[in-house]
């Protein structure tokens, strides 16, 4: 595969995973203002779990399988590929049909171990989907083995579309038989979501059949391997990948249970409670999502960028990516914390309109906390990213882990403290990854031997934003005494983006260098340098 492909194929994945994270992200504003935060709370209580049992299933071997089956193929023996996807297919199948029939005949339990009964529904449509994903993933990691990305975009994206609009649909539909009805029709989307994604990359792969057994037809004779040789090297692969990608689904799928028990405990009802948890996981969280659209792109450019060099053994080039992907990171991180901490409550008012003024104030103090995460978790994904460029994705795992169990800790005794309630369960997902990052960090120094240049990499960008939050905190104060509170907060939005942008330049927090990690940086990096606002 050359260079040029494997950019572009790498592009047309980022693009796919950017644009089903926005979509996504709309999905839950606009199934906030059919559901409500009470809706919102049955609907956000089976993910943990669904993304739970889809980490067990499926995270690790789709990798597994595009891994083996590339190398099968550069060997020329495209038998071996082909007979290695369909021993992996029947295992995902059985996965599937295992965990979807699971969920469907264990929903009333699951219902009530996560002390919200009303969320029945949800779990019931959420089965389907257990079953189709594990499938649609067999065939992706197959495509990604043979080098096609383009059926996994599309199929991530036909998934999401479905979901999106059959959720929608069913949840306004359903919505006059009750909350707890409309929020199964919501969740049932992803089962729709998860059908089409499947049957659009099933289309795909007939499609180039004749071509496979073509390939098939002139593949090198190498000898069978046995059944048991490729389940070995499948779950080598999978396993480490799996458990990494089981961790915050464990983590959120044992908040869920904690949040919902120590709620009831001080004295809230089972619906208050339900709608508590909707306004942290329904409302907060999904504007603490938004920013990391951009986080995850540069971290996903981050992973080859490290391992080039590593492979090359160019340890300063190394250095000099850490520090700027620290300090990227960071200038994400800082601003979206802060900006959202100093409008919490107006960008609630501004993107959940709809809903009550308690329940807009109730999440806007809960967003307040919640948004400092971002400063941790962004440097999460960044430190993340460079340890799997150096080839040791494992420690990640564990620090995220501890991070994990400090968090279940916390959320258990701060929720059951009447004067904190839900907002402990936010306060412990910032010190969780408050935790990951820092022991990320220790681990990326001592593998790097990378000095950190403290006034490029924290500085300059703390002053820049500190002016950016002076800029926007007046503006807002002002403008909302004159005009329509919204649109006070839509242009204190727009000043702070200008003000932090100028910032950013005026202080050569960002260079020329940065843009080359962020897809199609090089183009933006050499119009602003001939223009002469960029420095290198």
């Known amino acids: ?58 995270a690790g071997f789709p990798v597994a399988v595009a891994k083996l089956v590339a190398e099968k193929r550069a060997l020329g023996d495209y038998k071996g590929a082909h007979r290695l996807f369909k021993i992996t297919f029947f295992g995902f199948l059985f996965a599937g049909i295992t965990t979807s029939l699971f969920v469907l005949l ?29 499938i649609m993933s067999a065939f992706r990691g197959y495509f990604q083995g043979r080098q096609t990305m383009v059926p996994t975009a599309v199929s991530q994206l036909t998934e999401q579309l479905f979901r999106v609009v059959i959720g ?56 069978l391997e046995s059944l048991n040789s490729v389940i070995k090297k499948v779950l080598l692969i999978a396993i480490p990948i799996t458990i990494g990608a089981a961790i915050v689904p464990i983590m959120n799928s044992i908040d869920v249970a904690i949040v919902m028990r120590r709620l009831q405990m001080i004295g809230f009802t089972e619906t208050e409670a339900n709608g508590l948890y909707g306004r942290l996981a329904g409302m907060a969280q999904t504007l603490i999502n938004l920013p990391q659209v951009l986080s995850t792109a540069l971290a996903m450019s981050l992973v080859p960028a490290v391992s080039a060099a590593f492979a090359k ?5 190394i250095t000099r990516i850490t520090r700027s992907g620290i300090r990227i990171m960071l200038l994400i991180g800082l601003p979206a914390a802060l900006g959202l901490y100093i409008l919490s409550t107006p960008i609630i008012e501004l993107v959940y309109f709809a809903s009550k003024p308690e329940v807009q104030q109730s999440a806007g103090s809960i967003l307040a906390i919640l948004s400092f995460s971002l400063i941790f978790l962004t440097l999460v994904q960044s430190l993340t990213a460079i340890m799997q460029g150096l080839g040791k994705p494992m420690i990640p795992v564990k620090n995220l882990a501890i991070g994990a169990v400090v968090k279940v800790i916390l959320t258990y005794i701060l929720t059951g403290i009447p004067e904190i309630g839900v ?88 260079t020329s260098r940065d843009f080359e990690l962020l897809p199609g940086g090089k183009k933006i990096s050499k119009v602003l340098g001939a223009i002469g606002i960029l420095r290198e």
Do not use: C, W
Not at 186 to 194: E, K, L, Q, R, V
Not at 502 to 508: K, R
């Open 106 to 134: 264990r929903a009333n339990y699951l219902s009530h171990l996560f002390k919200n009964k009303d969320a029945y529904y949800s779990f019931i449509a959420i089965s389907p989907a257990l079953m189709f994903v594990p």
């Open 423 to 510: 907002k402990g369960a936010a306060l412990s997902t910032v010190v969780a990854y408050l935790v990951a990052a820092v022991l990320n960090f220790m681990a990326v120094v001592k593998y790097t031997k990378t000095s950190l240049n403290f006034i490029n990499i924290f500085l300059k960008p703390i002053i820049s934003v500190i002016l950016m939050v002076v800029f926007v905190k007046f503006s807002y104060v002002f403008l909302s005494s004159i005009i329509n509170s919204k649109i006070a907060t839509i242009i204190s939005i727009v000043i702070g983006a200008l003000v932090y942008g100028s910032a950013l330049l005026a202080t050569g927090a960002i």
């Open 1 to 58: 595969m050359t260079k040029e492909n494997f950019l572009k194929g790498a592009a047309i994945l980022g693009i796919a995973g950017v644009l089903v994270k926005i979509i996504g992200s709309v999905y839950r504003i606009t199934l906030l203002y059919i559901l409500t935060d009470i809706g919102m709370g049955y609907y956000q209580t089976v993910y943990p779990l669904y993304n739970l049992l889809l980490a067990i299933s499926t």
């Open 168 to 223: 929608l649909v069913l949840a306004y539909q359903f919505l006059e038989r009750g909350l707890p009805l409309a929020a199964g029709g919501a969740t049932f989307g992803a089962s729709a979501g998860a059908l089409a994604g499947t049957i659009v990359i099933m289309i795909i792969y007939l499609s180039q059949r004749r071509y496979i057994k073509q390939e098939i037809k002139n593949s090198a004779d190498y000898p």
């Open 313 to 317: 053994k160019n340890y300063n080039k």
